[in-house]
């Protein structure tokens, strides 16, 4: 809620709590902080401003004073007029009741919080699911950037389906996985997660219902509920989701599909073994069950490459097929595709074009020449091998904290590990104890509201000092609340 | 419907009809055409291969045989079996039943239509709201890119509200409109369209009313729709919406929000005058309506600037402004804002991480430094002249063809003319018989349902020679069809 550029002049000669003052008055006249607008707290200034405590509440003396703000006991302070609706006797619009209302649900609360916090350059991030910024592969794809030809076309709009050069890359790209695809049935979309919100839309009607694995990502994302649908949860075993139990949930609730993350199971890093995929690929045979396999994570194998996607054994067209390069090139590339029968990818198009016009074709463009001549290949070699170093380290790292009492998933690839601390231990305390010092964890139960005493771990963003220092932490955090070794 | 890089083989030595037999075994054998799946017409498939209307016939024939497609008399051939389901005896999943499913509207089919034939090599556009071709900036953005210092940032994830370096660079740029808006009021967006999108998804709920100018862009979009959300049409004149209709709208109706386009408005071109704008101020003080103010077009003036933005005198924070650089430097970047007060700036950046984790990272690098570094304003003056000899050669060729019968705004900037034709010209003839001429239009009624012998003409996508040729296809169909000159 603050402006990030503006800081205290400290020796303007003005005095500092009326800069503070000056600078709020400002955000409220210039209709900023709009009547209603809760402001940050008195503590969350000071540090915001690097003042004393009491010097805010100097200023917002001076604001009460003049009428513009209001505190409500136990709700803090709120925008409650402005010198122009005093001057126009016009209330201002409470456009606080515009944000209630909407149709979308918003984000979990502790998401939203750990979005802006990931941009808290202090903090130590242990669940993040990103490369770390070292292994992104900033001089081969600015080589890549440099070398191309611009044509025109990578400055107007697409085609609906995305550019026909990048289709024709990713069909070709698909056939190293057995996975034959024209480039009609395939639909550039802006990262996997857009993939599922446009099948949402599309492809779904309110009071759907969508199973998944349980944990899963898929639990963490809002726009199924938002649409209507609902996601229910399939408990995994150490080779992916239980098939019986899928049977019977399939059997017992009108299903419309299954969303699956067979190799390195994000949140768990699970793999799903082959003779389950055979059977999880009977099973959606045999009850019609439609299925998005959504497998980004694919090529970050470490130590074998994972069984063939179940895509490539669908003769019927059963699955969609979901992948992406923000998970071995480039997230802010924003490119991903979706794979599937031509009636569902017309429709996916017809509503991508409905909702941004289409992929930067920029991006398109270099995620053309970056699938095509050779970079993917060797960067994944430079990843696959930075990971591995990674995985290592995380696990001898667990072992030592956390070797008596937790216990978590080794992962064949990808980037996470599903830790289970003991039941004493509440993810959402560990949570805030851990912000406080600055260390960020994705809570288990963002993933499957009944995990509440686990967490994600990535060992792909952090360096290895920070998942060392964060681990440390988190050790130190869990004896205080009596989960200790 | 159809596999564009396949080829017939004239040389292979197999027949023709078994060459596009084989074809259209492959896709259903892969699961690209569905059971259900409609086939392209016979006459659709035999231009596709370029082969006579009896190879198409001959192929079907065996596909029929085989038990693969059926037709049902009028509606066309689908298929109806595929190999693996019929050894399997499982039948195959109808997909179709879920594209039929989702919650979202489809494209008005016209607009799926147009979607599709603007990527045809050998149309002539004659509704288009882009560039040509030739005014995208190819070779200056070429140098932006190249001079570039690859940060790492420009690879990872972004901020919620997008990149700072971006947010800043924004809010120094509408300084120059007199529109004060700090970098944390401003939310980065994959184009104007999705800014739209968002505010449908945040602040609107089912049963929702947004009045809008009557044309307007806003009814040829459907995500406002398929929220649940009315659009009403308010009457303009040549000076923008009738403020006086607008206010019996308003309180008649329980409006949430009112969407205008005050300068260069899409598809009429009508500037509004700047004591319409004081009156629309005035009103949407005293009656507490919101605006979403789209100003995507104001610097592509051709004889003075419009009068100011009206987000420049909105100290109640009332309005959300939206800008791009889509119409003046790239649409293929994706590059777009919207500003307004905090609340809300949180509330749809919360939304937009729900729907693509942000705008691609490597465009908002570029567009930071399109607007910095003096880029945007040396391209303006390029297209102003473009622009500026283009809307005199059109409103020539107009005069010449169609000066007798039909009239048309004379837009001060932007790209549209809005034509009225004589009532007797039914737009969707003249858009079926033009298409079969290669030409595309832009009907009237995608943009106001009764405006059905009016089109959307834009001067700034075809070459001169081409809107020439256009222009005159259009004026022998309009002999044909009784509605001459």
């Known amino acids: 809620m603050t402006d990030q550029e503006?800081?205290?002049?400290r020796y303007s000669g003005i005095p500092l709590h009326k800069q503070i003052e000056d600078f709020i008055k400002r955000k409220i006249i210039h209709g900023e902080w709009t009547v209603g607008t809760k402001l940050p707290s008195q503590r969350a200034l000071a540090a915001r401003f690097q003042v004393n405590r009491s010097t805010v509440v100097e200023a917002m003396g001076e604001l009460y004073a003049q009428g513009l703000?209001?505190?409500?006991?136990?709700?803090?302070?709120?925008?409650?007029?402005?010198?122009?609706?005093?001057?126009?006797?016009?209330?201002?619009?409470?456009?606080?009741?515009?944000?209630?209302?909407?149709?979308?649900?918003?984000?979990?609360?502790?998401?939203?919080?750990?979005?802006?916090?990931?941009f808290n350059e202090e903090i130590i991030r242990l669940g993040t699911g990103e490369l770390s910024k070292d292994l992104l592969p900033v001089s081969k794809m600015e080589s890549v950037i440099k070398k191309m030809s611009f044509s025109?076309?990578?400055?107007?709009?697409?085609?609906?389906?995305?550019?026909?050069?990048?289709?024709?890359?990713v069909s070709k790209h698909l056939e190293r996985y057995d996975i034959?695809?024209?480039?009609?049935?395939?639909?550039?979309?802006?990262?996997?997660?857009?993939?599922?919100?446009?099948?949402?839309?599309?492809?779904?009607?309110?009071?759907?219902?969508?199973?998944?694995?349980?944990?899963s990502y898929l639990h963490s994302i809002k726009f199924f509920q938002s649409g209507g649908t609902q996601v229910i949860g399939v408990p995994m075993d150490k080779d992916g989701v239980k098939?019986?139990?899928?049977?019977?949930?399939?059997?017992?609730?009108?299903?419309?599909?299954?969303?699956?993350?067979?190799?390195?199971h994000n949140p768990t890093g699970?793999?799903?073994?082959?003779?389950?995929?055979?059977?999880?690929?009977?099973?959606?045979?045999?009850e019609q069950l439609p299925m998005i396999e959504d497998d980004v994570y694919r090529d970050l194998w470490l130590d074998d490459p994972p069984p063939p996607p179940l895509k490539s054994k669908d003769k019927e067209g059963n699955i969609l097929y979901v992948g992406s390069l923000s998970k071995t090139a480039s997230p802010g590339l924003r490119v991903g595709w979706i794979i599937g029968p031509e009636p569902v990818i017309e429709r996916l198009a017809d509503i991508k074009m409905q909702t941004d016009y289409g992929t930067s074709a920029l991006s398109q463009s270099i995620a053309a020449e970056w699938l095509s001549e050779g970079y993917y290949d060797e960067h994944l070699k430079v990843i696959r091998s930075a990971l591995k170093r990674r995985r290592e380290k995380a696990l001898q790292l667990l072992q030592t904290y956390f070797g008596g009492s937790a216990h978590w998933t080794i992962p064949a690839g990808g980037f996470y590990i599903w830790i289970t601390f003991p039941k004493e231990i509440r993810v959402h305390e560990l949570f805030e104890k851990a912000l406080k010092r600055n260390v960020l964890i994705n809570p288990g139960n963002i993933y499957d509201p009944a995990a509440s005493s686990c967490i994600r771990f990535s060992y792909a963003y952090s360096s290895m000092q920070d998942l060392e220092k964060g681990i440390k932490v988190l050790a130190e955090i869990m004896e205080e609340l009596g989960g200790s070794r």
């Open 243 to 264: 098939t019986s139990l899928l049977r019977q949930y399939k059997q017992q609730l009108s299903t419309d599909l299954l969303y699956t993350i067979p190799s390195f």
């Open 152 to 169: 025109k076309v990578a400055l107007g709009y697409e085609e609906p389906k995305g550019n026909i050069i990048l289709r024709q890359t």
């Open 180 to 215: 034959q695809a024209s480039p009609s049935n395939i639909l550039i979309v802006s990262g996997a997660l857009q993939a599922l919100q446009l099948v949402s839309f599309g492809l779904l009607k309110k009071g759907s219902i969508v199973l998944a694995e349980s944990p």
């Open 69 to 118: 703000v209001e505190g409500k006991t136990g709700g803090g302070t709120k925008v409650c007029n402005n010198t122009w609706s005093l001057l126009s006797a016009y209330a201002s619009l409470d456009w606080n009741s515009y944000v209630k209302k909407g149709s979308y649900h918003p984000n979990f609360s502790i998401i939203q919080k750990i979005n802006r916090e990931e």
């Open 6 to 9: 503006w800081k205290i002049d």
């Open 270 to 286: 699970i793999t799903m073994s082959e003779a389950r995929r055979k059977e999880l690929q009977k099973l959606c045979r045999e």
